[in-house]
């Protein structure tokens, strides 16, 4: 089954935003290094290329992060096996004889299946249109840390005391 709705904004996000509520915000959600993810070298040679070609378009916004590489590695295989068994179903027919009754292409669900894992994959990654939709990135120089912009998260914060008069 799906997500219903909208994914929920991350909690540095929503106090950019200005949300003053505190139920609102998960101050204990994990912020992973920024750091982009290392190429794995056992992938084959079209993952690769699609590899080398997100963080090409998305590494420089730093959205994808080393935290991020299980996901892409899944993302990139998805796109290399779609992109082979597209091709493969291309070259045959949607319908094939079996026992002497046409019955359907079994690359037709492989194909489907690679598809609905690169389309799923690529909402996570914010690789879709509808993915970056709710995405807020400023283009050009190095994108900062969100506590470069808002500071620390509350819970780092340090109460002070108050005077003594």
Known sequence: MGRRGFPAAPGSVKLALGETRPSRVNFLEPSPRRQAPAMPRDMDDGAKAVWRRVLREMGQTEVIRAADADVLRCYCEAVS?????????????PLIRNRGELVKNPLHQIVRDNRDAVR??????????????????????????????????????????????
């Open 81 to 93: 096996a779609y992109t082979g068994t597209a091709k493969m179903l291309a070259a045959s027919s």
């Open 120 to 165: 799923l994959f690529a909402r996570e990654l914010g690789l879709s249109p509808s993915g970056r939709a709710g995405l807020n990135v400023e283009m050009g120089g190095a994108v900062g840390d969100i506590e470069d912009v808002i500071g620390p998260a509350p819970r780092r914060l340090h109460a002070v005391g108050g005077s003594d008069a």
